[in-house]
T-cell receptor, first 115, second 114 residues
Framework: DAGVIQSPRHEVTEMGQEVTLRCKPI?????LFWYRQTMMRGLELLIY????????DSGMPEDRFSAKMPNASFSTLKIQPSEPRDSAVYFC?????????????FGDGTRLSIL | ELKVEQNPLFLSMQEGKNYTIYCNYS?????LYWYRQDPGKSLESLFV?????AVKQEGRLMASLDTKARLSTLHITAAVHDLSATYFC??????????????FGTGTQLKVEL
């Protein structure tokens, strides 16, 4: 059974460039979460979706960040324009909404470096 | 705003010793999760605690939940080097829009010395 799949695993780009991170949740999971992890701030929830609909985006740091979930099997997190302070590991996680006693399952993350 | 605090932040212990990691949270919740993260890796679910008094055990790790005290503990028995990792607790807040939102603690970086 495939887990949460994220791509790319690593991304290095220059400041000002657009960055797109991708996530495929576990089949059958209808909640999807985007997190950011840094040494300074720990794990932060950026946004989450239920049944492809954004429910809470209060963690999105700025308008430069946007996320979409066009269907149940795909989501993107976009940063435009990127800045060095966006450097972090970005995790996608999914879970079964109706069974909130189940844990969220995390992908391997995208390690993003903005130069 | 839900706050989740873990202590200690760093823990260095010898193999064979016992120790407990504490997770305190600020608002009512009856769902708490423990995760493990190895350096440069993803988060792996360890335990799901769903009610007051819940206790789960897996190998040398045992987790418990006291919802009245808003406290969960992760107890390590006879530590081995392979347990070296960062451990996170996460508290569940049910949302009016549906689904659940986790707030993570700061993490406890555990190093078990050979």
């Amino acid at each position: 059974d495939a887990g949460v799949i994220q791509s790319p695993r690593h991304e290095v780009t220059e400041m000002g460039q657009e960055v797109t991170l991708r996530c495929k949740p576990i089949s059958g999971h209808n909640s999807l979460f985007w997190y950011r992890q840094t040494m300074m701030r720990g794990l932060e929830l950026l946004i989450y979706f239920n049944n492809n609909v954004p429910i809470d985006d209060s963690g999105m740091p700025e308008d430069r960040f946007s996320a979409k979930m066009p269907n149940a099997s795909f989501s993107t997190l976009k940063i435009q324009p990127s800045e060095p302070r966006d450097s972090a590991v970005y995790f996608c996680a999914s879970s079964e909404w109706q069974h909130s006693n189940q844990p969220q399952h995390f992908g391997d993350g995208t390690r993003l470096s903005i130069l | 705003e839900l706050k989740v605090e873990q202590n200690p932040l760093f823990l260095s212990m010898q193999e064979g010793k016992n120790y407990t990691i504490y997770c305190n949270y600020s608002t009512t919740s009856d769902r708490l999760y423990w995760y493990r993260q190895d350096p440069g890796k993803s988060l792996e679910s360890l335990f799901v605690l769903l009610s007051n008094g819940a206790v789960k055990q897996e190998g040398r790790l045992m987790a418990s939940l006291d919802t009245k005290a808003r406290l969960s503990t992760l107890h390590i028995t006879a530590a081995v080097h392979d347990l070296s990792a960062t451990y996170f607790c996460a508290v569940d807040a049910l949302l009016t829009g549906g689904g659940n939102k986790l707030t993570f603690g700061t993490g406890t970086q555990l190093k078990v010395e050979l």
